[in-house]
T-cell receptor, first 117, second 110 residues
Framework: EAQVTQNPRYLITVTGKKLTVTCSQN?????MSWYRQDPGLGLRQIYY???????DKGDVPEGYKVSRKEKRNFPLILESPSPNQTSLYFCASSTPTGAARGVTEAFFGQGTRLTVV | QKEVEQDPGPLSVPEGAIVSLNCTYSNSAFQYFMWYRQYSRKGPELLMY????GNKEDGRFTAQVDKSSKYISLFIRDSQPSDSATYLC??????????FGAGTTVTVRA
């Protein structure tokens, strides 16, 4: 089954304790991205990756890091989490080519609800 | 002012009604327009994708883009209770940065 898998689904952590949210896709997609979703603000892009070893900042990259060492995986790293990073996080992927070249977010994961206390 | 404006609703309609959703935007360089459906506690699901202006139909769903007015719409015909969800519009230039609306919550009453 084609899917984007995020882990963990729920996480409660304390301020300053480094954490990693994993994202893996099984569709051989070149493009992957991370979003956070907050009430009233919608989805905001954190980072995206066009392919292995190629990443770039989205609209809200402060406080986050990413890496893309393998095509299928795109982990999101919070080196020193703070309460304002409490949010619902989504990973997405696609292969934006041909008639669907504008569709960079074709498949989303189930989400990771992060609470930083 | 946000780049993409979407009325959050909530919108409540009886089963069988036409649901009309819309978004306005300020960036005239947007070329690609998408609608996503998001059920509670789930990730967004791509519903419709349109390049530039015009209409696109897929079953009970119709997407319209009016670039001259910077206005996009999604219509759901013969709405069903299973259509109850939050609908998100999204749009982008010819790059990798996607801008989302805040989402409209729709409830279809049986």
């Amino acid at each position: 089954e084609a899917q984007v898998t995020q882990n963990p689904r729920y996480l409660i952590t304390v301020t300053g304790k480094k954490l990693t949210v994993t994202c893996s896709q099984n569709m051989n997609h070149e493009y992957m991205s991370w979003y956070r979703q907050d009430p009233g603000l919608g989805l905001r892009q954190i980072y995206y990756s066009m392919n292995v070893e190629v990443t770039d900042k989205g609209d809200v990259p402060e406080g986050y890091k990413v890496s893309r060492k393998e095509k299928r995986n795109f982990p999101l790293i919070l080196e020193s989490p703070s309460p304002n990073q409490t949010s619902l996080y989504f990973c997405a992927s696609s292969t934006p080519t041909g008639a669907a070249r504008g569709v960079t977010e074709a498949f989303f994961g189930q989400g990771t609800r992060l609470t930083v206390v | 002012q946000k780049e993409v404006e979407q009325d959050p609703g909530p919108l409540s309609v009886p089963e069988g009604a036409i649901v009309s959703l819309n978004c306005t935007y300020s960036n005239s360089a947007f070329q690609y327009f998408m609608w996503y459906r998001q059920y509670s506690r789930k990730g967004p699901e791509l519903l419709m994708y349109t390049y530039s202006s015009g209409n696109k139909e897929d079953g009970r769903f119709t997407a319209q883009v009016d670039k001259s007015s910077k206005y996009i719409s999604l219509f759901i015909r013969d709405s069903q209770p299973s259509d109850s969800a939050t609908y998100l519009c999204a749009m982008k230039e010819d790059d990798y940065k996607l801008s989302f609306g805040a989402g409209t919550t729709v409830t279809v009453r049986a």
